[in-house]
């Protein structure tokens, strides 16, 4: 069945690292692809979407690219802030149903 | 703030017991899908419902059941609760049901069973 492989956390840098998270998918045909972040405390918000090879999602300085051939979406961020602390995590759109799966989620640790 | 409201956004009861847990949608949007986060088991989907009629279902337990109503909120009944159904529960909606659609995630409602 569908599913999608994080990277382990947690991920700890300091303020204006590079950021990449890994992210790879197993899945039929041609599924949508996402990024979401959770700030402690929070629901679920979306970070950034693909929904085809070669797509980039990208905002508030993340990107992640839809790489077909290596059945990838790593999100990556060229400087970190403080307030990007968070878990993120990647899903996978089931065009059959709809339903999000997800990742096992990626805590990243900020500090100044 | 995505729009979506849950209620309650804290629950504690016994094992055994029941429990309700309520979901309004964006405005407009007809389809409604809830999850389950745990420790153990992570994020996993549970059921959607679309327009009111149920679409797809997960890992649902048959202790748990759902429905849509008329105003399109929604209302996931736990019954028989564990200690294990302990978790953080969201709702998300979306506007219809084409996978490229965002799902719109509510706050979640954290169920402690004692």
Redesign the interface.
């Known amino acids: 069945g569908n599913s999608v492989t994080q990277m382990e956390g947690p991920v700890t840098l300091s303020e204006e690292a590079f950021l990449t998270i890994n992210c790879t998918y197993t899945a039929t045909g041609y ?2 692809l ?1 990024w ?1 972040v959770q700030y402690p405390g ?5 970070l950034l ?1 693909a ?1 085809k090879a070669d797509d980039k999602g990208s905002n508030k300085g993340f990107e992640a690219t839809y790489r077909k051939e290596t059945t990838s979406f790593h999100l990556e961020k060229g400087s970190v802030q403080v307030s990007d602390s968070a878990v993120y ?1 990647c899903a996978l ?3 059959n ?9 990626t805590r990243l640790q900020v500090f100044p | 703030d ?1 729009g ?1 409201t849950q209620t309650p956004k804290h629950l504690i009861t016994a094992t055994g017991q029941r429990v309700t847990l309520r979901c309004s949608p964006r405005s407009g949007d007809l ?1 409604v ?1 809830w ?1 389950q986060q745990s420790l153990d088991q ?4 549970l059921i ?1 419902y679309y327009n009111g009629e149920e ?2 279902k ?1 890992n649902i337990l048959e202790r748990f059941s759902a429905q849509q109503f008329p105003d399109l909120h929604s209302e996931l009944n736990l019954s028989s609760l564990e200690l294990g159904d302990s978790a953080l529960y ?1 709702c ?1 909606s ?1 506007v219809v ?12 409602t954290r169920l402690t069973v004692l």
Not at chain 2, 42 to 45: A, I, R, S, T, V
């Open positions: 599924p949508s996402f979401y929070e629901g679920l918000q979306l979407k929904t995590f759109s089931d065009h149903t709809d339903k999000l799966i997800f990742g096992t989620g | 995505s979506v389809s899908y999850y992570g994020l996993q989907f959607q679409r797809a997960g969201f998300a979306s049901t084409a996978s490229y659609n965002e799902q719109f995630f509510g706050p979640g």
